[in-house]
T-cell receptor, first 111, second 114 residues
Framework: AQSVTQLGSHVSVSEGALVLLRCNYSSSVPPYLFWYVQYPNQGLQLLLKYTSAATLVKGINGFEAEFKKSETSFHLTKPSAHMSDAAEYFCAQNTGNQFYFGTGTSLTVIP | KAGVTQTPRYLIKTRGQQVTLSCSPISGHRSVSWYQQTPGQGLQFLFEYFSETQRNKGNFPGRFSGRQFSNSRSEMNVSTLELGDSALYLC?????????????FGNGTRLTVT
């Protein structure tokens, strides 16, 4: 069965510090991978997607993610956290036209 | 371009009642998926419709049903509501032209069952 694992349900960083949110996928074939962000009382918004064109993917709001096949990982990073980055982040993979979501990581940004 | 629109935003129902939620996808999108989101279970896939046909279904009881109309708008129905059905119900649409097509989500319907 396909699955996506997000390590750390809660992550806290100081404003201006590096943001690192971890995601590991499980797929026997190269997957299509996505990161979404959810703000309170809103739906999920697409941050970026990996479609095998490049291993380093740049998204919106200064976020980027690197696909590492050897580690089956697709971690999300941002060099400098901003207060507005506080939200829930979801990693997802699409395999066989079925989306599989991780359980989410809540990011807190400390001023 | 208008995003995915879900109505209503909030609903309060009583156990045993039924409820219908509505979703209008992004123009041109023919696939509509529904998800249930709760703090304990995260995002759980309910079903997906493409061109009025159910393509995939998650592990939910038959009380949960859906349909899609010829204009791609979709409705989800829950009959005989239970307290555990309280959740945020999210609708997402996509072109579904391949596995690289992302989902585009609406802001959800918050259902509270009392």
């Amino acid at each position: 069965a396909q699955s996506v694992t997000q390590l750390g349900s809660h992550v806290s960083v100081s404003e201006g510090a590096l943001v690192l949110l971890r995601c590991n996928y499980s797929s026997s074939v190269p997957p299509y991978l996505f990161w979404y962000v959810q703000y309170p009382n809103q739906g999920l918004q697409l941050l970026l997607k990996y479609t095998s064109a490049a291993t380093l993917v740049k998204g919106i709001n200064g976020f980027e993610a690197e696909f590492k096949k050897s580690e089956t990982s697709f971690h999300l990073t941002k060099p400098s956290a901003h207060m507005s980055d506080a939200a829930e982040y979801f990693c997802a993979q699409n395999t066989g036209n079925q989306f599989y979501f991780g359980t989410g990581t809540s990011l807190t940004v400390i001023p | 371009k208008a995003g995915v629109t879900q109505t209503p935003r909030y609903l309060i129902k009583t156990r045993g009642q039924q409820v219908t939620l509505s979703c209008s996808p992004i123009s041109g999108h023919r696939s509509v998926s529904w998800y249930q989101q709760t703090p304990g279970q995260g995002l759980q896939f309910l079903f997906e419709y493409f061109s009025e046909t159910q393509r995939n279904k998650g592990n939910f009881p038959g009380r949960f049903s859906g349909r899609q109309f010829s204009n791609s708008r979709s409705e989800m129905n829950v009959s005989t509501l239970e307290l555990g059905d309280s959740a945020l119900y999210l609708c997402a649409s996509s072109f579904r032209t391949g596995e690289s097509s992302p989902l585009h989500f609406g802001n959800g319907t918050r259902l509270t069952v009392t």
